[in-house]
């Protein structure tokens, strides 16, 4: 019977140590330094990380990427988005006033709309 519980709990730490490589922030690709024009740092410890992000109409952001956590929608504005890897694009019209749970994403953003957009992204860092 330990047999089977050391295979099983080895087999365990595998797949959370690959899946936790999966969830861990890509340097390259982290939103304050890509996308440095539109989010800045409002607030960090070590256990989130708060950014306000404005992008001017007609203005992308180019690719980057977040962890999961909750966005806030300071104002209503139309969006475009590609997420990654799968490279799904959408559109939608969001909504001021509401938050939202976001998984963590790598993806692209364009304003679509004629007024700026203005969101608070809260990333848990655990």
Known sequence: ?????????GLLAVVLLAGGGLLQADEDLDSLKVCKDTQKLIFENAF?????????????????????????WIN????????????????????GGTAAWSEAVAHTVRNAGKTESHTIR????Q
């Open 122 to 125: 809260i990333e848990l860092k």
């Open 76 to 95: 209503d504005y139309d969006a475009e988005q590609v997420v990654y890897p799968e490279g799904k694009k959408s559109t939608s019209h969001r909504v």
């Open 48 to 72: 989130v990380r708060i950014i306000d992000d404005r992008i001017p109409p007609g203005v992308a952001e180019p690719k980057h990427q977040h962890r999961h956590g909750v966005t806030v």
């Open 1 to 9: 019977m330990k047999k089977w519980i050391g295979c099983g709990a």
